[in-house]
């Protein structure tokens, strides 16, 4: 009989030592003469128990973890290969852990089940189905199936998706067009664009080729973060088995359409992760931020129509298009339908992806799946949405996950990215780093970026030297007046909002010298 296990095989495992304890598996079975079948599957997204080994039995997947090369030996004599719950690793059956049982999968439902690039395997779990039933409609009618889906971009700006595919279907069909996917994650907290390209690649290529058919574009282009070297390979890999078996190239699902897709490399700038930026580097030049008007959705890439989404917001297409607009839409709230896959991180005792439909408050998320802090302290302040917006205090946890009530505090919700802070934390040094953080990354076309952040760092040096603080916390209101009104881009245009939250909610922390905190 073959015994099936999983181990792992995206960046946050392989960086736990998840390659060792696969070898280590290998070398105990062929030790008792046993035939395994080793899978490397992506991860499930519970982090804090990463490498997470499952094994095949007839009761479900059973797990054991967090796992490290030196326990496999006595996992294996407590019965491991059968499913033994005999040892303190021992989680039962992972897709009933509480932490996956309160969540609403939709964009995730196959990480850390199928094996990444098995094009067989994404099948099996309902794959290409969008991309069949997208193939049967036309161009307007795949469109409106996504404006009825209430999908927004899941960057900053939220713009719905189905406008913008909209805009470039409208454009003259002898143009050339091109769908881009924003794979430059950059914000600090955020690693869901990862899992959906280690994990779950097919994915990523279904909702581009789905978009290609929509608007009328033949060639798309995944510009990957460069240190994302994972992504890229299994994209590579993805891409090539997916053209074998007719669902790229030029005859998509048999419906005589073309779309091809490349994947690029970023330049290694945060910069480029703003969508004109973006655009400028895939055309090799220095990723700098283009004036708008005109839009990428009418003068994009070459300067041709283009759709630019991330990543997330084109990994949920494929689910819309196969189970309907309604299905998406009837999860979350207000204008922000569907879900949110929101990533834990910073000081968290329970560290990973969860999704769950727009509308669940940031408290419960700290509490019920965060757990609360690493260090067990209380929490301080917790910054959602990357390193430009807001920190926001313990009296705005109770705010529902929306972007429209996360904007009337001036907070966001991004990328989904949230990085948590306990009672140690020094929230004017916070200040000061985001000024600092815009000095680096500013791609400096505009005075108010490049030079009102440094004038930032300087300002908040003073005040926390004791110099003149009155006068001081006067210039930098108007200093952060300045960057959100003149700046081209959001680089500059938001990265006062994480300085004006201290300011609001933490002054003592402003107002304080630096020193060291006692734990």
């Not at 960046?11 to 105990?28: I, M, N, R």
């Amino acid at each position: 009989m073959t015994i099936t296990i999983y181990v792992p095989c995206d960046t946050t495992a392989l960086s736990l030592g998840a390659d060792q304890v696969a070898k280590e598996l290998l070398y105990a079975a062929a030790a008792q003469h046993l035939d395994i079948n080793l899978v490397r599957n992506g991860s499930r997204g519970l982090f804090w128990l990463e490498p997470l080994v499952e094994v095949r039995t007839p009761y479900g997947r059973v797990a054991y973890g967090p796992v490290k090369p030196e326990h496999v030996e006595e996992l294996v004599a407590a019965g491991l290969f059968e499913g033994s719950p005999d040892h303190s690793l021992y989680l039962g059956d992972i897709a009933q852990h509480p932490y996956l049982q309160q969540q609403q999968r939709l964009t995730f439902a196959r990480i850390g089940i199928t094996d990444p690039v098995c094009i067989e395997d994404y099948i099996a779990h309902g794959g290409f189905a969008g991309l069949k039933k997208a193939a049967a409609l036309t161009p307007q009618g795949i469109v409106d199936e996504v404006k009825a889906s209430g999908l927004r971009g899941r960057g900053g700006a939220a713009f719905p998706a189905g406008i913008k595919w909209q805009t470039v279907l409208d454009e003259p069909h002898n143009q050339q067009k091109y769908v881009v996917c924003n794979a430059d994650e950059g914000d600090s907290g955020t690693f869901a664009d990862r899992l959906v390209m280690e994990c779950d690649p097919y994915m990523l290529i279904e909702g581009m080729t789905i978009a290609g058919l929509a608007v009328g574009a033949t060639l798309g282009f995944i510009y990957v973060r460069s240190e994302y070297l994972l992504s890229k390979r299994m994209l590579d890999e993805a891409i090539h088995r997916a053209e074998a078996q007719g669902y790229l190239g030029d005859n998509v699902c048999g419906n005589g359409r073309t779309f091809r897709l490349e994947v690029r490399l970023g330049a290694g700038a945060y910069i480029c992760g703003e969508e004109t930026s973006l655009l400028e580097s895939l055309e090799g030049k220095r990723g700098l931020v283009r004036s708008k008007p005109p839009l990428p959705a009418i003068k994009g890439l070459f300067g041709q129509p283009t759709v630019v989404n991330n990543v997330l917001s084109l990994a949920a297409v494929p689910y819309i298009l196969a189970h309907g607009s309604k299905a998406y839409a009837d999860y979350g709230m207000g204008r922000s339908l569907g879900t949110l896959p929101i990533q834990l991180a910073g000081n968290i005792k329970q560290g990973g992806l969860i999704e769950l439909a727009f509308g669940v408050t940031l408290r419960k998320v700290l509490e019920d799946f965060g757990d609360g802090t690493f260090t067990g302290r209380p929490m301080k302040a917790v910054q959602v949405g990357g390193p430009l917006m807001a920190y926001m205090p313990e009296s705005q946890w109770d705010t529902p996950m929306d972007y429209e009530a996360f904007a009337k505090l001036g907070a966001g919700i991004g990328h989904g990215g949230v990085v948590v802070f306990d009672d140690t934390v020094d929230m004017g040094e916070q200040a000061s780093f985001a000024m600092e953080f815009c000095a680096v990354e500013s791609c400096g076309k505009c005075t108010p970026c490049r030079i009102g952040s440094v004038r930032g760092v300087e300002v908040i040096g003073r005040i926390r030297a004791g110099e003149n603080r009155d006068s001081n916390l006067e210039l930098l209101e108007d200093l952060c007046e300045t960057m959100v009104d003149g700046s081209l881009c959001a680089m500059g245009g938001m990265t006062p909002f994480p300085v004006q939250s201290v300011m609001k909610h933490f002054p003592e922390d402003l107002m304080a010298s630096p020193h060291p905190v006692e734990a």
